[in-house]
């Protein structure tokens, strides 16, 4: 709940600052439409689709921001936080513009002032979430370097809840989420297939998942279903063995009959009888465990 | 005799072919024809010593009424029937298929020289005796499971219990088949196409046809780690609960051989469990065939015990029913009484005295209740003694006379009383002598099995009623002959009203016992009877004797009255307790009296005692059988006393589950009366809790931990009885419908060794309980929208179980079962709009049996309340068509019930087509399953009685001018036949002549109708037509009424076999059934004759005389016949006489004063 409460907060803070940093890059923004403009008009241009001004707009402003952005980083690179003219000379060269050029370019006779950009609030920045007291330098760093970080950041903290020992609210909850899952289940399943209805005006209220008739109905209503037999599983060990072998003979025996069938004509051996484990068919003498004979050439009767 | 039998099984087209060989040793010369049993077989060809033999087929059971009687009465079917059955009786020699020796063979024959007979036969799509289950999936996989008791369906023999042999059998299947059959299999050969498989049996036992049995399926086969002589087989998958469930049969083995000191008398043992049986256990010689549904893992609580059981029936009956037979019918109840006596003792040993002695109650009050209602249970009819005694159970709408005419219901009260009156013995000669009886029997029995080839010895094998009282008499010396006769020789209970008056100047009891011996099913005792006394010194017992006039004993008391000095008070066990005993009355030192504690009277008690003295009686008494009882009785006495007495029975852990259990329900009602004067929480409820939930959280249900199976079940009652508790608006209260929500809700079988399914189950039968009928505005269309908010969160619990168990199914889908239960209740008590659909799709084939069963019984339900004819009518087709012989019977079984209409109500679903529909469902219908037919028997008797059915046009007036103009033709007719040359011709020409009579050859119906208004007055006093008719043979004035009618039928059945007997002298035509000519020709005139059911008294001995001179004629045939039995049966004379008698009389006329139930 906490977290979802700062989190709620953090988003509307969020919001606040946004609008004002709008503000911001768009009296910034008008300001290099207006240089365009009068951009344009220095070259002779009477008048400019909307579209097209918007276009070189955008083009300028990109051309601006590679130059910050890649002078930031030269300056980064040679360890400092602030660029220099030089970082910035650097960079129109490398961006393949000569910067001699530059201060002709400034004096030039026709060049119209445009007015300063409206004074707008600079942006608030968004506060950092402080979380605890920041860390002060140990005594073997510098003061000047850059402070410790937010100690969430770098700090575990925990963020889960002591588990719910109280034995009612447990129950409460592991009954109610099954009887959640069940009914998401059912209805899901109803949903999706044929049902039977107990009232004839309303079809959808209580519905019934269709009874379906099979072919073999005591394999399910005497088969413990999967989920008992995990359960025993889980409370008797000794027996897991037990039903583990007893689960996969079945699958065996259905995977071999169809095969047995066809296969008896060629190898007899094959009859029914491999049901019963080798080992104690040694030891048994049963009629039913022995083996088919062939039949006699003269059979009698 | 030896018999070998060949088969070959297709499954695709459920058809069997095969052979049998039969050889047979004459032991009497002349032996020239032989009658075999044979149903719904096709015989292709019979051979008698490589010569081809003539032979004729006919079974009368097949349509028991010819279709062109308009009868419709009971009584007439039931005589008819018996008389079908008897006319095809192996015991009396009688069978379907009639064999004609070849005359080479006669010369043979006189020289007692061995006859060997061959017959091939096939079965097509069997309805009945074979069962085969082809399941709709790809490969090849069909199981078939033998069935159809009492009668062997599915290859020609002589059907009896009595007829032993050894037998030689084959069965080729399928090779990925697995043949299960009687006797040790030899050896298992691949046929020349290695496709198939032939499985060789030998039977060195002589074994009865009735007892062999077969079982086909692609079945996994266990070997059984204990007895290696012993193989259990199932369907595919099933291996794991096979193997759990099978893990303690050789418990049952070692008890039973101890406690016979007899070795199990066969070399092997087999089960099988397959799919769709007939029932649930059956047993044959050396294998027994379950239903499959008996399987169940670990995990399962409920099932197990029930599975045991079930295997401990089984195997006792292979002891006595498989290997000891019986001699005749009337004895069946000395094997039956055996194996549940003996099975009853495996109950005690394994599941405790508390148990057993539960059941003997639980048993003796299911059959007395059977009793008082339907009349005495008889367990060893004596037929025979004359024309009177023909039906001993007049009471009776079917016949005793054979198994097959038995209602299903009644037969297990049979089997009920069988072993109750074997403890009874027991008790009498005590059980050591008792167990050296079957003993001797046993190994009486097994020296003469191991006795080939000389048959005469193997009577020793078989039972019978006199020999079982020898061996008694001869072992314990004890005369129990009172015993027999009130008890096997006589239906009816006792029925004992006792009450008691405290003397304290004589410091005697006062007590008085009361019988009532002449309301239906009840008789008299005379005799000792024992009664208990709890006295302050003690329990002492008393014997009184109960004689004519004596209803009062006085019983001298022990103890003087003294509550004041403190002293443990000794109980019947020798323990000693203390107890409160302000309650009780201060002059009397009685705590609680008990008649016939040990029930050795096969009774019902009805005993008046002080409420004080329930109580104790229920808190101190340690018996179950009297805890039992006096929570009944406490059910009358709603005080906070009883309260408290039930409420500790019910905290009690050391007291028997079931009694506390009883507990449970009992509180309920008392709560409900004293729903007033309640103080506290709902009854059960704080119990619950402290047993049950958690200590921080009392509405919280622990997680389920079914170690304890006592308080496993304990918990699984008490909500389902909490839910039957009433406010006074009459509702279930709110604190407790939520208490059960919240059981629901919170139930946690995650850590539990054990499936929680039954328990769930019972949650939603709780909920089931707590449903009230909706206050309705009148005709309100039930809709989503004003459905109460209970009932909403009820329904919505239920449909998520329902969709749940789709998803996950629980076993035997009980959640399923109790839903579908808990939907029909919200629809009876009209809360949600009644309807059968849903029900009627989960009743279809390819569910669950059980499901379908909970779903047909809620159609039947509708049809009841709703009088559905639609739903009727698809019950009754489905009776017809379901492939599972168990559906079918209980679909009948339940409209038996909860009968759509009674013949004291009147109904628009009674019309006459519905009784033409039933008539022909139990007439032709159900030919192939004898249990189908007496259910439908019994349907029939619930809707419309045993006369005409009332919705049935009556049409006396028209027919007595009718018959009045046939007699009057008739006459001249008549006359003729007396020469004893006249054949069923004549019967013939009768026919022929009577329609002539009326008239133009109008219609029946318009007959009637234009007769009625001609000769209205003539209807009021019946003419007496008859007189034209005298004979010199009758003296009597012949009456037309339904009695004689009866007596057609009979002769329809012999006359078919005399006919068929004269065509064997012609050329024989093999075939399956006569031409439909012959039968039209043969049927004696049944036509359209009225029913005057008051008159039906005085009938009886009238219709002998009818008899005698319409088939006077026959006699001379029977003759021939008779001595023909002679060749077939050791027994003869008796049989013989027996024999005579089934031609003679007819149970239809032996409504007699002098039958022996009526007589004391």
Not at chain 1, 268 to 276: F, K, M, Q, T
Not at chain 2, 293 to 315: E, K, V
Request: glycine share 4%; net charge neutral; aromatic share 8%.
């Amino acid at each position: 709940m906490k977290s979802l409460m700062s989190n709620s907060a953090r988003s509307g803070c969020g919001k606040a600052t946004s609008s004002s940093a709008e503000n911001y890059q768009l009296a910034r923004r008008r300001t290099l439409q207006v240089v365009v403009s009068s951009l344009l008009t220095e070259c002779g241009f009477e008048s400019a689709e909307k579209a097209t001004v918007e276009s070189l707009t955008e083009m300028i402003q990109s051309y601006i921001s590679e130059v910050g952005r890649c002078a930031k980083a030269y300056c980064e690179h040679t360890a400092r936080i602030t660029p220099t003219l030089s970082d910035a000379v650097v960079t129109l060269n490398e961006m393949g513009f000569n910067v001699d050029t530059l201060p002709g370019y400034a004096k030039r006779s026709q060049r119209m002032v445009i007015t300063a950009p409206p004074v707008t609030n600079a942006p608030v920045i968004p506060k950092a979430l402080i979380a605890g007291q920041k860390r002060t330098h140990p005594s073997h760093i510098p003061s000047h370097f850059p402070e410790f970080p937010d100690p969430h950041t770098y700090i575990k903290t925990p963020t889960f809840r002591e588990p719910v020992s109280d034995y009612q609210v447990v129950r409460e909850k592991a009954a109610s989420q099954r009887r959640d899952v069940e009914r998401a289940l059912t209805r899901f399943m109803a949903k999706t297939g044929e049902t039977q209805s107990l009232f004839k005006d309303d079809v959808t209220a209580f519905p019934l998942i269709a009874e379906r008739p099979s072919s073999i109905p005591y394999l399910s209503a005497l088969l413990p279903s999967e989920l008992e037999l995990q359960t025993l599983e889980e409370t008797d060990s000794s027996e897991q063995d037990d039903q583990t072998d007893s689960e996969n003979t079945p699958v065996n025996n259905l995977n071999d009959d169809p095969g047995a069938d066809k296969e008896n004509s060629v190898l007899p051996a094959g009859g029914v009888v491999p049901l019963v484990k080798v080992s104690e068919e040694n030891m048994i003498d049963n009629p039913y465990l022995r083996p088919v004979k062939k039949p006699k050439v003269r059979r009698k009767k | 005799m030896n018999r070998k039998k060949d088969k070959g099984f297709e499954s695709p087209r459920k058809s069997v072919i095969g052979f049998v060989e039969l050889t047979i040793f004459p032991t009497v010369v002349n032996l020239n024809r032989i009658k075999l049993n044979s149903k719904q077989c096709r015989i292709y060809r019979v051979r008698v010593n490589d010569l081809e033999a003539p032979f004729i087929y006919n079974d009368p059971t097949l349509e028991v009424c010819h279709h062109e009687s308009k009868q419709r009465n009971l009584n007439y079917f039931s005589s008819a029937y018996t008389a079908a059955v008897s006319a095809v009786d192996p015991d009396a020699g009688h069978g379907e298929l009639v064999i004609k020796v070849p005359s080479e063979l006669w010369k043979q024959g006189d020289e007692m020289n061995v006859l060997k007979v061959y017959i091939e036969f096939s079965l097509d799509q069997p309805k009945g005796g074979l069962h085969f289950v082809v399941p709709d999936v790809e490969g090849n996989f069909y199981s078939l499971g033998c069935l159809g008791w009492p009668s062997v369906f599915w290859f020609p023999c002589v059907d009896s219990y009595s007829e032993l042999c050894t037998w030689k059998l084959e069965f080729t299947v399928d090779a990925s088949m697995v043949a299960v059959s009687c006797g040790d299999l030899v050896e298992t050969v691949y046929t020349h196409d290695m496709r198939k498989k032939t499985f060789h049996y030998v039977l060195p036992i002589p074994t009865a046809a009735s007892n062999i049995s077969l079982s086909v399926g692609p079945f996994e086969i266990l070997v059984d780690p204990y007895m290696h002589e012993v193989t259990h087989f199932c369907l595919p998958q099933l291996l794991p609960l096979l193997k759990h469930s099978m893990s303690y049969l050789h418990e049952i083995f070692e008890f039973y051989e101890e406690i016979l000191t007899c070795r199990y008398p066969y070399s092997c043992f087999k089960t099988v469990f397959v799919d769709e049986a007939y029932v649930q256990v059956s047993s044959y010689a050396s294998m027994s065939i379950f239903s499959t549904n008996l399987l169940h893992s670990a995990m399962i609580i409920d099932q197990t015990p029930l599975t045991r059981q079930c295997l401990a029936q089984a195997l006792a009956q292979q002891f006595f029913g498989c290997f000891i037979s019986r001699m005749s019918w009337a004895d069946e109840w000395v094997l039956k009484g055996i194996s549940g006596y003996i099975y009853g003792l495996y109950l005690k040993k394994t599941f405790g005295v508390n148990q057993y002695r539960h059941w003997i109650k639980e048993e003796l009050d299911k059959m007395v209740e059977y009793e008082l209602k339907m009349g005495g249970v008889l367990l060893h009819p004596t037929f025979g003694g004359g024309k009177d005694k023909d039906n001993p159970t007049p009471h009776l709408h079917f016949s005793i006379k054979h198994p097959h005419t038995l209602s299903w219901k009644y037969y297990k009260m049979f089997q009920c009383k069988a072993h109750l009156v074997m403890r009874l013995i027991e008790n009498r000669i005590s059980m050591e002598f008792m167990l050296q009886v079957f003993n001797k029997l046993l190994s009486l029995a097994s020296t003469a099995s191991s006795q080939k080839y000389q048959s005469h010895m193997w009577s020793q094998m078989l039972v019978s009623t006199h020999s079982f009282l020898k061996s008694i008499s001869n072992v314990s010396g004890k005369d129990i002959g009172p015993l027999i006769k009130q008890w096997v020789d006589q239906s009816a209970v006792v029925k004992f009203f006792g009450s008691f008056a405290f003397n304290r100047k004589r410091n005697v009891l006062e007590l008085e016992i009361r019988q009532d011996y002449t309301s239906s099913g009840t008789q008299k005792y005379v005799g000792p009877i024992k009664v208990t006394v709890q006295e302050l010194d003690g329990s002492f017992n008393h014997t009184l004797q109960i004689e004519e006039n004596s209803l009062k004993h006085d019983i001298p008391c022990h103890s003087k009255s003294r509550r004041n000095k403190k002293k443990k008070i000794p109980l019947m066990n020798g323990e000693e307790v203390d107890m409160d005993l302000s309650a009780m009355d201060a002059d009397s030192p009685l705590l609680w009296i008990r008649i016939d504690p040990d029930m050795s009277i096969l009774r019902k008690v009805e005993f008046e005692q002080a409420d004080f003295m329930w109580q104790y009686q229920l808190r101190y008494e340690r018996d179950v059988v009297a805890q039992e009882e006096s929570i009944l009785a406490l059910e009358k006495f709603p005080t906070p006393a009883s309260r408290l007495a039930l409420t500790d029975i019910l905290e009690q852990d050391q007291c028997f589950y079931k009694v506390r259990q009883g507990a449970c329900f009992c509180l309920a009602k008392i709560a409900n009366s004293m729903m007033s004067t309640w103080t506290g929480p709902p009854a059960m409820k704080s119990l619950f809790t402290r047993m049950f939930c958690c200590k921080s959280c009392p509405n919280i249900v622990k997680t389920n931990n079914f170690i304890s199976f006592q308080s496993y079940f304990l918990q699984k009652t008490m909500p389902v009885a909490m839910a039957q508790l009433r406010d006074i608006q009459n509702l279930c209260p709110k604190d407790v419908l939520n208490f059960i929500l919240d059981l629901i809700k919170y139930n946690d079988n995650r850590k539990n060794k054990f499936s929680d399914n039954y328990y769930r189950a019972e949650l939603i039968d709780a909920l089931t309980n707590s449903l009230t009928p909706a206050i309705s505005i009148s005709n309100e269309v039930r809709t989503v929208d004003n459905l109460n908010g209970d009932v909403r969160l009820i329904l919505e619990e239920i449909t998520r179980s329902l969709n749940m168990e789709k998803l996950l199914p629980s076993y035997r889908n009980t959640i399923t079962v109790s839903c579908l239960r808990a939907i029909r209740m919200l629809q009876k008590n009209g809360h949600i709009p009644s309807d059968p659909s849903l029900f009627k799709s989960y009743a279809e084939y390819g569910h669950f049996v059980d499901v379908r069963v909970a779903a047909l019984e809620a159609v039947v339900d509708y049809t009841r309340v709703d009088r559905s004819s639609v739903e009727l009518q698809w019950l009754l087709n489905m009776v017809q068509n379901d492939p599972a012989h168990y559906i079918r019977h209980k679909i009948l079984s339940m409209l038996g019930k909860n009968p759509p209409f009674t013949k004291a109500a009147e109904s628009p679903l009674c019309n006459e087509a519905l009784v033409d529909q039933l008539w022909k469902l139990m007439n032709s219908g159900t030919s192939h399953d004898w249990r189908l037919r007496c259910d439908a028997v019994n349907l029939y008797y619930t809707l419309f009685g045993l006369t005409r059915p009332s919705c049935l046009p009556l049409p006396e007036l028209g027919l007595v001018l009718n018959l009045k103009e046939k007699k009057a033709v008739l006459n001249p007719t008549i006359k003729p036949e007396q020469g004893p040359d006249t054949t069923q011709m004549t019967g013939n020409t009768m026919v022929s002549s009577v329609s002539m009579s009326s008239g133009v050859a109008p219609p029946p119906q318009g007959l009637k109708r234009k007769l009625d208004s001609v000769v209205g007055p003539l209807g009021s006093s019946p003419p007496e037509p008859g007189q034209v008719l005298q004979e010199e043979d009758s003296s009597k004035t012949l009456k037309i009424r339904e009695d004689e009618i009866d007596m057609e039928s009979p002769h329809d059945s012999q006359a078919f076999i005399h006919h068929h007997l004269n065509i064997l002298e012609r050329p024989s035509t093999p075939g399956k059934e006569p031409p439909a000519v012959d039968q039209a020709v043969l049927s004696l005139p049944v036509t359209p004759l009225p029913s005057f059911s008051k008159e039906s008294t005085s009938s009886s001995k009238h219709s002998g005389d009818h008899h005698h001179h319409h088939h006077h004629h026959e006699h001379k045939k029977k003759k021939k016949k008779k001595h023909k039995h002679k060749h077939k049966h050791k027994h003869e004379s008796k049989d013989k006489e027996r024999d005579s008698h089934t031609f003679s009389n007819s149970p239809a006329s032996g409504r007699s004063v002098r039958s022996p139930s009526m007589s004391d």
